[in-house]
């Protein structure tokens, strides 16, 4: 690896830190930018993941103040989003990628979709104050499950998926939800970085060079989503989530 390549991979890492800390789909910077420096897809994938996972991590501690009180939820959920994550990381070493790729788009866009029509939506599934316990129960965990699996699957816009799914079952500000979907991301960080480590092509160098940048982009992007007014923050996310399901479906029907 050349030393542009290098500086390459260093600003995605830093710029996908902190689109992940806000957003999510910052692995739609580092993933193009592997590619861009020769590496075969299904590597590129696999590094990509282990390479945004320590990011997350710094985006909890910078969105911390928000997860205070929520301690035994994330019990709660925490063995729904490991298994989730580990069925989606078996799910990618072991099955073909095309038809998976060709739903992504969809799910993200409906993602951004249901966290733009949130309230809407809320009166036809029950606002979260108005099921019964158990109920309630059964949609976060069922959120959670889904959102994991894919994460472990193909992390791009994973934070959108989790925003809007937390956000439908949870009556909790956006700020609150931000911060647990940043703790979530990071446990199926870890699920990612212990399996992919074991039995995935992955490109050390890249992940040395980038893993480091979405640390600190992580962090600075948790500082930033937690100063921005819930409407505006909503509105970045959705923005953004329709962006990153558009360019999805361009390239899983083009091929590039």
């Not at 692995?27 to 930018?33: D, H, K, M």
């Not at 590619?35 to 993941?49: D, K, Q, R, Y």
């Not at 009556?171 to 991301?185: C, G, I, P, Y």
């Not at 870890?190 to 979405?214: C, E, Q, R």
Request: hydrophobic residues 55%; aromatic residues 8%.
């Amino acid at each position: 690896m050349g030393w542009g390549e290098a500086a390459l991979l260093l600003i995605a890492g830093l710029a996908a830190g902190m689109v992940n800390a806000i957003a999510g789909g910052g692995s739609l910077i580092t993933f193009p930018s592997m590619l861009a420096i020769g590496m075969p897809p299904v590597a590129a994938n696999v590094s990509n993941a282990l390479s945004v996972a320590p990011g997350y991590a710094s985006s909890v501690v910078g969105s911390r103040a928000d997860l205070a009180g929520q301690g035994r939820r994330v019990l709660r959920v925490l063995p729904t989003a490991l298994f989730g994550a580990l069925c989606g990381c078996v799910l990618l070493l072991n099955t073909p990628r095309r038809v998976f790729d060709f739903v992504v788009p969809f799910l993200v866009i409906g993602a951004a979709l249901t966290l733009a029509f949130q309230a809407k939506l809320r009166g036809l599934v029950g606002h979260p104050q108005e099921v019964s316990p158990k109920r309630a129960t059964v949609m976060l965990h069922t959120a959670v499950f889904l959102c994991a699996l894919y994460g472990g699957y193909f992390n791009a816009a994973l934070g959108v998926l989790l925003v809007a799914g937390l956000a439908l079952v949870l009556d909790e500000t956006l700020a609150r939800v931000s911060a647990l979907k940043n703790l979530l991301s990071a446990l199926v960080g870890v699920v990612t970085i212990l399996v992919y480590s074991a039995f995935g092509p992955v490109n050390w160098a890249a992940v040395a060079v980038i893993a480091p940048a979405t640390v600190v982009g992580g962090y600075l992007g948790a500082r930033v989503a937690r100063k921005l007014p819930a409407n505006i923050l909503r509105a970045v996310i959705v923005t953004f989530g329709i962006t990153v399901g558009a360019y999805l479906f361009v390239r899983a029907t083009t091929g590039r």
